[in-house]
């Protein structure tokens, strides 16, 4: 069974930087993506970015492009993500996602799942 544990959540200002981590159990991830979405208060969960665990072939929402980085660390079985440049649009419930058929941006096929932690950014 598939465990997918995120930390590293807070508040911070904007402009600072977070490091959101998805510890993964369970499985053999090799043939996995794994990718990062974001839900705001009353808005729909959206994607954030994505990696594919064998090759690290990464690709990110237009909106974090530039400021956000996705890396997995295979010795640890852990999926990153730092977060630079914080904006006031960036607060969220930020949920690590796992899915081994499915390698594009669309949460519903994402079979697996964090908890989410969340992310606060203060003007």
């Known amino acids: 069974q598939v465990q997918l544990v995120e930390s590293g959540g807070g508040l911070v200002q904007a402009g600072g930087s977070l490091r959101l981590s998805c510890a993964a159990s369970g499985r053999t991830f090799s043939s996995y993506t794994m990718g990062w979405f974001r839900q705001a208060p009353g808005k729909e969960r959206e994607f954030v970015a994505r990696i594919s665990w064998s090759a690290g072939i990464t690709y990110y929402s237009d909106s974090v492009k530039g400021r956000f980085t996705i890396s997995r660390d295979n010795a640890k079985n852990t999926v990153i993500l730092q977060m630079n440049s914080l904006k006031e649009e960036d607060p969220g419930v930020y949920y690590c996602?796992?899915?081994?058929?499915?390698?594009?941006?669309?949460?519903?096929?994402?079979?697996?799942w964090g908890q989410g932690a969340q992310v606060t950014v203060s003007s």
């Open positions: 996602a796992a899915s081994v058929g499915y390698s594009g941006s669309r949460p519903a096929p994402y079979e697996c």
